[in-house]
């Protein structure tokens, strides 16, 4: 176990890849979220991207990712503290209260029990850790911080809370955000630009997307049905990209060197690189080895999103910026025999419309992640669920287990059937 921090308390960090790990026991009715700022020496961050939430979970220096699928604590931030720039002297880890004002009340840090923050290493060694037991009625609360201190690195233990949640705690370090409180979504919701397209709006650009992708079915076809080669196929692909996805001519960058190899197609929006392409043969079958060349190329690269193709088949891949190449299957698509407008809607996501729409394919990957076997087991495994399966067999069955052999028993269903 690593050191036990009081509040106020701090201890010297030597790793320079650590995790941050967030954990809470509030009730499952209280929607609780994590964020990081990362501060200059004014106390203020240097521009929006410096805010890290789950609509935008990593920095451009990649010295922090937040890891939207911990095992093993609510909220866990990735940080390579070697990359963090130099007029940047700390790191800020906050949580904040999520769940909206109601006729009970406004929920408060002091409904999510014991709050803490801890430290690992590489092999998952605790380094330390800060348990905050008491709250008050703060929405939003600043639990530590990684500070610089004479060229190395300390964490401190803070526990300050702000009465006005996320919004209030995030204009203090100097980020442009709207205010969301009057939205029926979750609080820290918050959009560092404008909101995204409504669902109609979305299902009209699917509509036109499917128009234009139908064209080129017949072209598709004939090249799978008669094995392209790489070079016919990708003449198509290029078409595809601009006459359907609307990016121009310069935002399609092909041949692309990264680290001494190249890639298919870098795809670019306002000088921004946003998705790393891999073509494969007209319809040849999509392999392991071919997910690892294309998503390497992004992990190399600090591209978050790989596209892996063969004309037919569109894979898209959220690539996580960790020590391994961590990459996870976010949507495929199938273009034939027939394109689908749900399938569109899909597709959307990675047109140049939808790349220039911040968070949307980031809102695509949450809901995907949030739905793995992984994490509806740690939900089912919640105290809250354990009891509530306890009183339904006693009701049912008249028989009376206490929790902790409810869970050890779902413990066995769901891990070892």
Same mark, same amino acid.
């Given at each position: 176990?690593?050191?036990?921090?009081?509040?106020?308390?701090?201890?010297?960090?030597?790793?320079?890849?650590? $995790?941050?790990?967030?954990?809470?026991?509030?009730?499952?009715?209280?929607?609780?979220? $994590?964020?990081?700022?990362?501060?200059?020496?004014?106390?203020?961050?240097?521009?929006?991207?410096?805010?890290?939430?789950?609509?935008?979970?990593?920095?451009?220096?990649?010295?922090?990712? #937040?890891?939207?699928?911990?095992?093993?604590?609510?909220?866990?931030?990735?940080?390579?503290?070697?990359?963090?720039?130099?007029?940047?002297?700390?790191?800020?880890?906050?949580?904040?209260?999520?769940?909206?004002?109601?006729?009970?009340?406004?929920?408060?840090?002091?409904?999510?029990?014991?709050?803490?923050?801890?430290?690992?290493?590489?092999?998952?060694?605790?380094?330390?850790?800060?348990?905050?037991?008491?709250?008050?009625?703060?929405?939003?609360?600043?639990?530590?911080?990684?500070?610089?201190?004479?060229?190395?690195?300390?964490?401190?233990?803070?526990?300050?809370?702000?009465?006005?949640?996320?919004?209030?705690?995030?204009?203090?370090?100097?980020?442009?955000?709207?205010?969301?409180?009057?939205?029926?979504?979750?609080?820290?919701?918050?959009?560092?630009?404008?909101?995204?397209?409504?669902?109609?709006?979305?299902?009209?650009?699917?509509?036109?997307?499917?128009?234009?992708?139908?064209?080129?079915?017949?072209?598709?076809?004939?090249?799978?049905?008669?094995?392209?080669?790489?070079?016919?196929?990708?003449?198509?692909?290029?078409?595809?990209?601009?006459?359907?996805?609307?990016?121009?001519?310069?935002?399609?960058?092909?041949?692309?060197?990264?680290?001494?190899?190249? $890639?298919?197609?870098?795809?670019?929006?306002?000088?921004?690189?946003?998705?790393?392409?891999?073509?494969?043969?007209?319809?040849?079958?999509?392999?392991?080895?071919?997910?690892?060349?294309?998503?390497?190329?992004?992990?190399?690269?600090?591209?978050?999103?790989?596209?892996?193709?063969?004309?037919?088949?569109?894979?898209?891949?959220?690539?996580?910026?960790?020590?391994?190449?961590?990459?996870?299957?976010?949507?495929?698509?199938?273009? #034939?025999?027939?394109?689908?407008?749900?399938?569109?809607?899909?597709?959307? #996501?990675?047109?140049?419309?939808?790349?220039?729409?911040?968070?949307?394919?980031?809102?695509?990957?949450?809901?995907?992640?949030?739905?793995?076997?992984?994490?509806?087991?740690?939900?089912?495994?919640?105290?809250?669920?354990?009891?509530?399966?306890?009183?339904?067999?006693?009701?049912?069955?008249?028989?009376?287990?206490?929790?902790?052999?409810?869970?050890?028993?779902?413990?066995?269903?769901?891990?070892?059937?």
């Amino acid at each position: 176990m690593g050191i036990e921090l009081k509040q106020g308390a701090n201890t010297a960090i030597l790793d320079q890849n650590i $995790a941050i790990a967030i954990g809470w026991n509030a009730d499952a009715s209280l929607e609780a979220d $994590a964020s990081a700022f990362l501060v200059n020496a004014a106390g203020k961050v240097r521009n929006d991207q410096d805010f890290i939430f789950y609509n935008q979970t990593q920095t451009s220096c990649g010295g922090l990712l #937040l890891d939207t699928t911990p095992t093993h604590a609510q909220r866990s931030f990735r940080v390579a503290l070697e990359r963090i720039p130099e007029d940047v002297i700390k790191l800020v880890f906050t949580v904040t209260i999520a769940t909206a004002p109601n006729a009970e009340g406004c929920p408060h840090c002091g409904m999510m029990g014991n709050i803490s923050i801890w430290a690992l290493n590489q092999e998952e060694v605790e380094l330390m850790r800060f348990d905050l037991k008491t709250m008050g009625k703060e929405r939003a609360l600043i639990l530590g911080e990684l500070y610089r201190y004479q060229g190395a690195w300390k964490f401190r233990a803070v526990g300050q809370g702000y009465n006005n949640g996320l919004d209030a705690l995030a204009t203090s370090f100097g980020v442009n955000i709207q205010n969301a409180a009057n939205s029926s979504k979750k609080e820290n919701a918050v959009e560092l630009t404008n909101r995204l397209p409504s669902k109609r709006d979305w299902t009209k650009r699917a509509v036109k997307l499917q128009q234009a992708l139908q064209k080129f079915l017949p072209q598709i076809n004939a090249a799978v049905a008669n094995n392209a080669n790489e070079s016919n196929t990708r003449m198509i692909l290029d078409r595809i990209l601009l006459d359907v996805f609307g990016y121009s001519m310069d935002e399609v960058k092909a041949e692309q060197k990264i680290q001494g190899r190249k $890639a298919d197609y870098v795809l670019a929006v306002d000088e921004e690189d946003v998705i790393v392409g891999e073509s494969k043969r007209a319809g040849l079958t999509l392999r392991d080895k071919h997910v690892f060349q294309a998503t390497s190329y992004g992990a190399y690269s600090g591209i978050r999103w790989a596209l892996l193709t063969n004309l037919s088949t569109w894979q898209i891949y959220h690539i996580s910026m960790q020590n391994i190449v961590d990459a996870n299957l976010v949507f495929s698509v199938n273009l #034939l025999p027939e394109i689908s407008l749900e399938d569109c809607e899909k597709l959307v #996501l990675i047109s140049r419309f939808g790349m220039a729409q911040q968070g949307a394919l980031e809102k695509c990957w949450r809901e995907v992640s949030a739905l793995t076997r992984e994490n509806l087991i740690q939900a089912i495994l919640t105290e809250d669920v354990v009891k509530a399966i306890r009183i339904a067999i006693r009701r049912d069955t008249g028989c009376n287990f206490d929790n902790d052999l409810i869970q050890q028993t779902l413990l066995d269903v769901l891990i070892h059937p």
